[in-house]
């Protein structure tokens, strides 16, 4: 089992940055692959950017490439999403998610999730 606990939501003027992070309790941290998904009001979980074991492979996507940053410390249980020069259509739930092994696009084919942080980017 993995818990994941999400942080560092809130509220910023378009061009902003923030740091969202993802804390995991339970063992063998290193052993899951963890992602980063939002849900804007109306629309369906989309993936924003997953990063492999060890941090050596990383995934974003087109939306937020160049702008976003997925990185993690296996130390600390801890995955995080540094996101600069924020737009209004940034604004969404943030969810934390793992999954074993291998790297994955699909909400669905992860195992854990967090329970979201809001992020609200004003214009």
């Known amino acids: 089992q993995v818990q994941l606990v999400e942080s560092g939501g809130g509220l910023v003027q378009a061009g902003g940055s923030l740091r969202l992070s993802c804390s995991a309790s339970g063992r063998n941290f290193s052993n899951y692959v963890m992602g980063w998904f939002r849900r804007a009001p109306g629309k369906e979980r989309e993936f924003v950017a997953a990063i492999s074991r060890f941090g050596g492979s990383t995934e974003h996507a087109d939306s937020v490439k160049g702008r976003f940053t997925i990185s993690r410390d296996n130390a600390k249980n801890t995955v995080f999403l540094q996101m600069n020069s924020l737009k209004p259509e940034d604004t969404a739930v943030y969810y934390c998610?793992?999954?074993?092994?291998?790297?994955?696009?699909?909400?669905?084919?992860?195992?854990?999730w967090g329970q979201g942080t809001q992020v609200t980017v004003s214009s």
């Open positions: 998610a793992a999954v074993f092994l291998s790297m994955r696009r699909k909400d669905g084919e992860y195992d854990y």
